[in-house]
């Protein structure tokens, strides 16, 4: 919950007043006794959304993933009703440092080490199951972070069997119906690519174009250099729209039914 200042004048002197402004599903946008009074109420989900720092071409910026993994776990939770999100996790396997490989072989890219990852989630995990989360869902908007989030899940369930806290690896969020759905519409495959192609370029065209260098729009594919496996210049912020939509609804169900099924 966010205070906004307001400035009152009373007899030519300012006086200070708190004028309160709607509530937050975002942890990091609350004070420790708003989220107690939450879990009390029974706000006990929680969203880790994890994103990653890494190239996305020529026309995308390299923090693409930490927006819109942030955008749609926001959305998620206003969905769900009784969940919170937790501060987006930037940092992600990438690929080697030396020799560079994956996407560390292009300038900006930040990458850790997948146990070194695992153990930030776990330990996230472990923060919120100490406060009295009772689901903690790992949302990865990338796919180098889908292996080390279903280790994780895997290992804290299998140690917290014996109690009500269940770690949950989204699996029908990412990459979701969304690139199946391109091709229904009648775009080509290899133009809706697999990364920085048409999925992420068409969401960003309709929550954020300023996120995009529309003069730079081109095909790529793997191994020329470029960064783009796909063709960007297909995006249109109406896909843009339709994409993010099935992706929140897909984490939405899921959330719903392994809350339900998890114990």
Do not use: C
């Amino acid at each position: 919950m966010r205070f906004a200042l307001v400035i009152f004048v009373i007899g030519g002197l300012p006086a200070v007043g708190l004028a309160q402004a709607p509530e937050s599903v975002f942890l990091e946008d609350l004070t420790w006794t708003e989220v107690r009074d939450a879990l009390a109420a029974g706000v006990t989900t929680v969203i880790i959304p994890t994103g990653g720092t890494e190239q996305n071409g020529p026309h995308m910026v390299l923090g693409k993933h930490n927006y819109l993994v942030r955008y749609k776990a926001g959305e998620v939770a206003r969905r769900l009703g009784n969940a919170l999100v937790a501060p987006v996790m930037a940092y992600v396997p990438e690929g080697n440092v030396d020799p560079p490989s994956g996407h560390m072989r292009f300038p900006g890219t930040i990458t850790t080490p997948p146990e070194v990852f695992e153990q930030v989630l776990e330990y996230a995990a472990r923060s919120f199951k100490q406060h009295g989360f009772l689901d903690i869902a790992l949302l990865g908007d990338s796919g180098g972070n889908q292996a080390s989030q279903a280790n994780v899940a895997e290992q804290l369930n299998r140690e917290w069997a014996a109690t009500p806290v269940r770690v949950h690896h989204l699996t029908d969020y990412y990459p979701g119906p969304g690139d199946a759905w391109l091709v229904t519409q009648g775009e080509l495959e290899e133009d809706v690519g697999s990364h920085a192609g048409m999925h992420d370029t068409a969401s960003l065209m309709f929550l954020n174009p300023a996120m995009l260098r529309l003069d730079k729009l081109a095909p790529g594919s793997r191994g020329d250099g470029s960064g783009v496996v796909g063709n960007p210049a297909r995006s249109t912020a109406a896909y843009g729209e339709q994409i993010l939509q099935m992706q929140i609804d897909a984490a939405v169900r899921q959330i719903r039914t392994l809350r339900e099924r998890g114990r």
